[in-house]
């Protein structure tokens, strides 16, 4: 029963940037029947955030409805009847296995077609698997992987089936920072593995890890560095039993969570439209090389204007801004107008325990701590600028308030002059404050 279906626009992908470009054409207007959002997910997009956090605690954990998008960014919760109501087709557990950009065709898995007069490309990332490097005994069960909502259940059933058990979380960036905090509240015994000599090395300065590394052993997080994980052995059953590390020690292990990177699914448009830094090229519209067609989110590699360069970024307010920009560019082109280009500020932010830290802007140059770092302080409250060239461009900081954050993200956009290192570690957010 294969079937041809025809939009005027399509959204592939049903995730952050789906959710958020499908509330800006209904906040547009759109006609009914002209807009379908195509997902391989079972159920409406929400905010990706939540499976790390909320999903995952021991009590009054999130589950939807509650975290539908757009309630991240406070904007209103489109439930899965809002989008029939909004006269939007939302066509679940459908994966599109072929695209075929020149004659504006989708097919799906189940044979059927979906052709489009516009197209946007919101295919988010995957992650990376140890099984995809050969780790031998990857495949084992209760090693865990977490980017969809079907993982997060099986973490939460494997965290029920193994109360009190040994994990052991692969990786030292976000899903491992946000993971072993999550399983230690579950009251597992958690150790931490990763090559990097500290954690999340893509953003944080050696003294910041320092901040997060001795916060979480005093949790009773055990971290282990400079190592990777080599190999795994498992229980007749199957099920992981030990992790062997590359440096020759073992640990025991009932749950395994792997967070060693995404990559952006972009393998069906391949040879179809123009790639850079491995993601699909886009203009400051967010349009591709190829007409009719966007990308947002994950997937774009984008001109960020205040930086002069192309980048792709892997957080939810990208996502959601991106989203939002393609559509309102797509419907002013419509009206024979236009939008002002993408300016993009970098704004990262990541929650775990009783912590929450924000950053803005670029992490390149010379960096500076100021503030209190004692993680041994109940409320602990510190944080970091980047200085390039004389200029502040990066803006970090732990347990900030709401004025301070806004603080962080005004002085990575304005850029002032930085006298010296000295006087900025001295002045503190008080050097933010008064941009
Ligand atoms: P996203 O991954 O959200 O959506 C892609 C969608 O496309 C999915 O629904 C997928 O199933 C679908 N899809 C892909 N291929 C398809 C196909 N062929 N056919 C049909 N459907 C297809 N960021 C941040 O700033 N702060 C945070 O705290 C967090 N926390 C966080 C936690 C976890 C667990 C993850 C995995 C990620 C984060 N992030 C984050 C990152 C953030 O969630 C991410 O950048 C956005 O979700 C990206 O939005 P996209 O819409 O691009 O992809
Ligand atoms: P990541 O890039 O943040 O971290 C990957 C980490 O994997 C590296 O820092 C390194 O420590 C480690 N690593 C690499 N190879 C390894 C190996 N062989 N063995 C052990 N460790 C290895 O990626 P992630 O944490 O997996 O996150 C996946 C995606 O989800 C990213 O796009 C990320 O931005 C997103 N995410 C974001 C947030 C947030 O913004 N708060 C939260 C969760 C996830």
Redesign the pocket.
């Given at each position: 029963k294969m079937a041809e279906k025809s939009f005027k626009y399509i959204i592939?992908?049903?995730?952050?940037?789906?959710?958020?470009a499908a509330k800006e054409f209904a906040s547009q207007g759109v006609k009914p029947g002209e807009l379908a959002v195509?997902?391989?997910?079972a159920v409406a997009?929400y905010?990706?955030?939540?499976?790390?956090?909320g999903y995952l605690f021991p009590e009054g954990a999130a589950r939807l409805p509650g975290f539908h998008c757009c309630v991240g960014s406070g904007g209103e919760k489109l439930l899965p009847e809002s989008y029939k109501q909004k006269g939007i087709e939302l066509i679940l557990r459908?994966?599109?296995?072929k695209?075929d950009l020149a004659a504006k065709s989708?097919v799906?898995a189940a044979g059927d077609v979906f052709k489009y007069e516009t197209l946007i490309i919101?295919?988010?990332?995957?992650?990376l698997r140890l099984t995809d490097f050969g780790v031998k005994g990857a495949d084992s069960k209760n090693i865990l992987y977490?980017?969809?909502i079907d993982?997060?259940d099986k973490v939460v059933e494997a965290i029920q089936a193994k109360k009190g058990g040994k994990a052991v979380v692969v990786g030292g960036g976000?899903?491992g920072l946000?993971l072993s905090a999550a399983l230690r509240i579950n009251n597992f015994d958690v150790t931490m593995v990763f090559p990097e000599p500290w954690c999340m090395p893509r953003l944080f300065t050696a003294d910041i890890a320092a901040f997060y590394e001795t916060y979480y052993t005093n949790k009773g997080v055990k971290i282990i560095k400079g190592t990777v994980a080599s190999g795994f052995t498992a229980h007749p059953n199957g099920e992981v039993n030990e992790v062997q590390l590359k440096d020759g020690r073992s640990l025991e292990a009932d749950i395994v969570i792997v967070g060693v990177g995404?990559k952006?699914?972009t393998a069906?448009f391949k040879g179809q439209v123009e790639e850079d830094k491995g993601g699909i090229k886009t203009d400051a519209f967010f349009k591709t090389s190829v007409p009719d067609v966007y990308a947002?989110?994950?997937?774009?590699t984008f001109p960020l204007k205040m930086y002069g360069d192309m980048r792709r970024?892997?957080?939810?307010?990208?996502?959601?801004k991106?989203?939002e920009q393609a559509v309102k560019a797509i419907k002013a082109a419509e009206g024979g107008g236009a939008v002002e280009e993408y300016d993009y500020l970098p704004?990262?932010?990541?929650?775990s325990f009783d912590l929450s830290w924000q950053f803005y802007g670029d992490n390149v140059g010379d960096s500076v701590l100021f503030g209190d770092s004692n993680p041994s302080n109940p409320k602990p409250r510190f944080g970091a600028y980047w200085v390039q060239d004389g200029k502040v461009v990066g803006a970090f900081m732990e347990g900030g308030s709401g004025d301070e954050n806004k603080a962080l993200a005004k002085v990575a956009k304005a850029r002032p002059a930085a006298e010296s290192l000295d006087d900025l570690t001295k002045e503190g957010i008080s050097f933010a404050a008064k941009i």
């Open positions: 592939l992908g049903g995730g952050v940037s789906a959710g958020y195509i997902s391989k997910e997009p905010e990706r955030p939540a499976l790390s956090k459908t994966e599109i296995v695209a989708l799906s919101a295919t988010g990332s995957t992650v977490l980017r969809e993982d997060a976000y899903i946000e995404a952006p699914l069906l947002v989110g994950d997937v774009a970024v892997e957080h939810v307010d990208h996502s959601r991106s989203a704004f990262f932010y990541s929650r």
